[in-house]
């Protein structure tokens, strides 16, 4: 088992940045992939960044390319998002979640959630 916990989140104007954190619970071996998703009210949850851990490529929703980085710290056990130039439209909870399928954005890679951080971006 491996509890994620999420951080950072908070509200901002348009423009603006944050940096959220996922830190998990123990050491990630036996995890291939780690991912941010979001999930806004009434919509369905869906996949912002994804990393491998080992090979470090990442994959982008095109919604957000150019604009969020995904990246984590192996000692740390921690995953990170950057987010900047943000926008009204990514306005959200964002969940972390971690998985031993190769990476996707689709949620079925993923075995283990977080509780979500909730980010505000008003115009």
């Known amino acids: 088992q491996v509890q994620l916990v999420e951080s950072g989140g908070g509200s901002v104007q348009a423009g603006g940045s944050l940096r959220l954190s996922c830190e998990a619970s123990r050491t990630t071996v036996g995890i291939v992939c780690m991912g941010w998703f979001r999930q806004a009210p009434g919509k369905e949850r869906e996949g912002v960044a994804a990393?491998?851990?080992?090979?470090?490529?990442?994959i982008y929703a095109d919604s957000v390319k150019g604009r969020f980085t995904i990246s984590e710290d192996n000692a740390k056990n921690t995953l990170y998002l950057q987010m900047n130039s943000l926008k009204p439209e990514d306005t959200a909870m964002y969940y972390c979640?971690?998985?031993?399928?190769?990476?996707?954005?689709?949620?079925?890679?993923?075995?283990?959630w977080g509780q979500g951080t909730q980010v505000t971006v008003s115009s």
């Open positions: 979640a971690a998985g031993s399928r190769y990476c996707a954005l689709s949620r079925g890679q993923y075995n283990y």
């Open positions: 990393i491998a851990l080992r090979r470090g490529s990442t």
